[in-house]
T-cell receptor, first 114, second 115 residues
């Protein structure tokens, strides 16, 4: 079945460090890919998405490129801030119209310190 | 502003009791979902609905039920609560299909403890 694998956390970085959170997927078709973020005590919110191969999603300084050849969608940010501390979820959906459900990875916790 | 709200935000109950978690959205979205979040498992889909009177089982539906009598609400019922159902529950909604497929709006979560 479809699945998403994320790197284990927690990831601890100093402020202004470079961030990479790895995400790879397995899917039978051609999925759309997403990164969601969950700040402490809140629900998830969409961070960025890419709907086809070689697309780059970006938002709030975060970027991820849909790499079909490596089935990956790694999340990157050039300079993290303390306010980026959160749990990040990679997810996929197969574009089969309304009969579509998100499959989430297990999440990666990011802790940014001063 | 449109929103999605869950209640209660925190609940403690005893094994064997029936519990209902409410979810109400004002986005007028057709799709609604219930997930549970557990350490090491991420989010797992419990039940989902694509419209009024439509309900479907997700990957961890045993012991849970939902009903969809209107567009705005999808209550989640635990028929007989078990300790294994201690978790944080998230409701989400989305538009049906189209370019926004996969863009879910989440509630703030309901933390349930079953003693």
């Amino acid at each position: 079945g479809d699945s998403v694998t994320q790197m284990e956390g927690p990831v601890t970085l100093s402020e202004e460090a470079f961030l990479t959170i790895n995400c790879t997927y397995t899917a039978t078709g051609y999925p759309s890919l997403f990164w969601y973020v969950q700040y402490p005590g809140e629900g998830l919110q969409l961070l960025l998405k890419a709907t086809k191969a070689d697309d780059k999603g970006s938002n709030k300084g975060f970027e991820a490129t849909y790499r079909k050849e490596t089935t990956s969608f790694h999340l990157e940010k050039g300079s993290v801030q303390v306010s980026d501390s959160a749990v990040y979820f990679c997810a996929l959906i197969l574009n089969t119209g309304t009969a579509s459900k998100l499959t989430f990875g297990t999440g990666t916790r990011l802790q940014v310190t001063l | 502003d449109a929103e999605i709200t869950q209640s209660p935000r925190h609940k403690i109950t005893e094994t064997g009791r029936q519990v209902t978690l409410a979810c109400h959205q004002t986005w007028n979205h057709n799709n609604m979902f219930w997930y549970r979040q557990d350490l090491g498992h991420g989010l797992r889909l419990i039940h989902y609905s694509y419209g009024v009177q439509d309900t479907n089982k997700g990957e961890v539906s045993d012991g849970y039920s939902v009903s969809r009598s209107n567009t705005e609400d999808l209550p989640l019922t635990l028929e007989s609560a078990a300790s294994s159902q201690t978790s944080v529950y998230f409701c989400a909604s989305s538009e049906g299909g189209g370019p926004n497929t996969g863009e879910l709006f989440f509630g703030e979560g309901s933390r349930l403890t079953v003693l």
